[in-house]
Nanobody, 128 residues
Framework: DVQLQAFGGGLVRAGGSLRLSCAAS????????IGWFRQAPGKERERVSC????????YYADSVKGRFTISTDNAKNTVYLEMNSLKPEDTAVYYC?????????????????????WGQGTLVTVSS
């Protein structure tokens, strides 16, 4: 069975840090780009960051550039999202998802419509 398990959410004060982990199983990790999306209450799900480990390319939403860093440990089939200088507007449920690298080019890296697998979310709450 395909699984994407997200961990690491929690409650943090503004300016603080959290690291999210996404552990993948049930598919060939190297054939997929892995990314993070988030959905705040009453808002649409939006892309945050993705990484294509086959060529090292990354995507960051403008709202998180310079504060979030995505990385991958291919030996562990795990992708991390290091989140620093957190703001209350970062509060959301964070989901990890997988996009086949074969379709990158037809769709952008981190295109929400290109994600084939989704994990359960992990809640990040940033207090002011």
């Amino acid at each position: 069975d395909v699984q994407l398990q997200a961990f690491g959410g929690g409650l943090v004060r503004a300016g603080g840090s959290l690291r999210l982990s996404c552990a993948a199983s049930g598919f060939t990790f190297d054939d997929y780009a892995i990314g993070w999306f988030r959905q705040a209450p009453g808002k649409e799900r939006e892309r945050v960051s993705c990484i294509n480990s086959s060529d090292g390319s990354t995507y960051y939403a403008d709202s998180v550039k310079g504060r979030f860093t995505i990385s991958t440990d291919n030996a562990k089939n795990t992708v991390y999202l290091e989140m620093n200088s957190l703001k209350p507007e970062d509060t959301a449920v964070y989901y990890c998802a997988a996009q086949p690298t074969l379709i990158i080019g037809l769709l952008r890296l981190c295109d929400i419509y290109g994600m084939h697998y989704w994990g359960q979310g992990t809640l990040v709450t940033v207090s002011s």
